[in-house]
Antibody, heavy 119, light 109 residues
Framework: EVVLVESGGGLVEPGGSLRLSCAAS????????MGWVRQAPGKGLEWVSA????????YYADSVRGQFTISRDNSKNTIFLQMDALRAEDTARYYC????????????WGQGTLVTVSS | QSALTQPASVSGSPGQSITISCTGS?????????VSWYQQYPGKAPKIMIY???KRPSGVSNRFSGSRSGNTASLTISGLQADDEADYYC??????????FGGGTKLTV
């Protein structure tokens, strides 16, 4: 069974930083791309970032490029999202997501971790 | 990276069929047969219902079906049941490991 467990969310002031983590189990982690999708309160889903299986390639939505950094540690079956210069509009639940082997479909989601940016 | 367009809400009675549309552009939905649909209950994580336009993951009811024509994809739910009431999101692969979602559709049964 695929299980994704996010952590690291919380309340942060505007301009601050947070590092999210996602621990994965139930599949051969190092063989799959992974990513993050966020959902602002009462709003829809927004794809944020992805990292390829080996970790050497990263991808970002225009809205977070240069502000967020995705990475992974295949020895620990974990991905990370470093979020800097946070703004109120970054307030959202951040979901960790697994990408199917084809590399083109998000197939499993974690339960999410809530990030609130407020003074 | 503009969001795909979905109706904000649709409704139907138990036993009926409904269809949710999802419109994109030639750079995303229109370029790839890589549309997926997710069901989300309030406070829960999304669950994949359809992928690659028409494919159902194991365990998903065959009451759920997908299609695509040009820049528009559709999700059809037949034989509506009370527990189908949820938010539904379409998603298209947009190339180079990027994705774009629709704004979501609230289904009321």
């Amino acid at each position: 069974e695929v299980v994704l467990v996010e952590s690291g969310g919380g309340l942060v002031e505007p301009g601050g930083s947070l590092r999210l983590s996602c621990a994965a189990s139930g599949f051969s982690f190092s063989n799959y791309a992974m990513g993050w999708v966020r959902q602002a309160p009462g709003k829809g889903l927004e794809w944020v970032s992805a990292v390829c299986a080996g970790g050497g390639c990263t991808y970002y939505a225009d809205s977070v490029r240069g502000q967020f950094t995705i990475s992974r540690d295949n020895s620990k079956n974990t991905i990370f999202l470093q979020m800097d210069a946070l703004r109120a509009e970054d307030t959202a639940r951040y979901y960790c997501a697994k990408v199917r082997g084809s590399g083109t479909t998000i197939d499993y989601w974690g339960q999410g971790t809530l990030v609130t940016v407020s003074s | 990276q503009s969001a795909l367009t979905q109706p904000a809400s649709v409704s139907g009675s138990p036993g009926q069929s409904i269809t949710i549309s999802c419109t994109g552009s030639s750079s995303d939905l229109g370029s790839y047969n890589l549309v997926s649909w997710y069901q989300q209950y309030p406070g829960k994580a999304p669950k994949i219902m359809i992928y690659e336009v028409t494919k159902r993951p194991s365990g998903v009811s065959n009451r759920f079906s997908g299609s695509r024509s040009g820049n528009t994809a559709s999700l059809t739910i037949s034989g509506l049941q009370a527990d189908d009431e949820a938010d539904y999101y379409c998603c298209s692969y947009a190339g180079s490991s990027t994705w774009v979602f629709g704004g979501g559709t609230k289904l009321t049964v």
